[in-house]
T-cell receptor
């Protein structure tokens, strides 16, 4: 199946530190998405990657689409308390269906 | 503009009862998705609607689960004879179209607890 494995499962960092998390798959994905979910809310799209090797930034967030198409990473620079949440990677079903597969998430806690 | 809304926000029910969860997508979005998120897990796809096409039901875990989308807008997810393992957050998303490049916008979810 098209499973996405995220690491680490959780992170506790001091405010101001940089954060790195990654997502790997045994299958090739043609699109990688990174979402953030805050308590009581649905996930919100942060960054979308459509091309192998692509490096995309959104403010303090930077994500890369791995050259093998089987991995992606997300970096957050100079973390702030509002970065707290669960970060999910996701990719579209490669069988032609229209749903997204989601990773199990990385829970980020930022200590002020 | 309004985002995706879901109701109720929380639902507690007894095992064996039926429940209905509602989703109001963003106006003009033709694609609508239901996902389930169990505690500490990622999202699991349930069902997808696109325009007037037959829905993709491939993610529904059992025949106790069904969904409808009336008039191409509001959708209702029904779970019959609920079981404790059905306890989860049920999330609805909509997008402008059904392509992977169309961003899915999620509602806040309905937290279902089956006692």
């Amino acid at each position: 199946g098209q499973q996405l494995n995220q690491s680490p499962q959780s992170m506790f960092i001091q405010e101001g530190e940089d954060v790195s998390m990654n997502c790997t798959s045994s299958s090739i994905f043609n699109t990688w998405l990174w979402y953030k979910q805050e308590p009581g809310e649905g996930p919100v799209l942060l960054i979308a990657l459509y091309k192998a090797g692509e490096l995309t930034s959104n403010g303090r967030l930077t994500a890369q689409f791995g050259i093998t198409r089987k991995d992606s990473f997300l970096n957050i620079s100079a973390s702030i308390p509002s970065d707290v949440g669960i970060y999910f990677c996701a990719g579209p079903d490669q069988t032609g269906a229209n749903n997204l597969f989601f990773g199990t998430g990385t829970r980020l806690t930022v200590i002020p | 503009g309004a985002g995706v809304s879901q109701s109720p926000s929380n639902k507690v029910t007894e095992k064996g009862k039926d429940v209905e969860l509602r989703c109001d997508p963003i106006s003009g979005h033709t694609a609508l998705y239901w996902y389930r998120q169990s505690l500490g897990q990622g999202l699991e796809f349930l069902i997808y609607f696109q325009g007037n096409s037959a829905p993709d039901k491939s993610g529904l875990p059992s025949d106790r689960f069904s969904a409808e989308r009336t008039g191409g807008s509001v959708s209702t997810l029904t779970i019959q004879r609920t079981q404790q393992e059905d306890s989860a957050v049920y999330l609805c998303a909509s997008s402008l179209g059904g392509q992977p490049s169309n961003t899915q916008y999620f509602g806040p979810g309905t937290r279902l607890t089956v006692l």
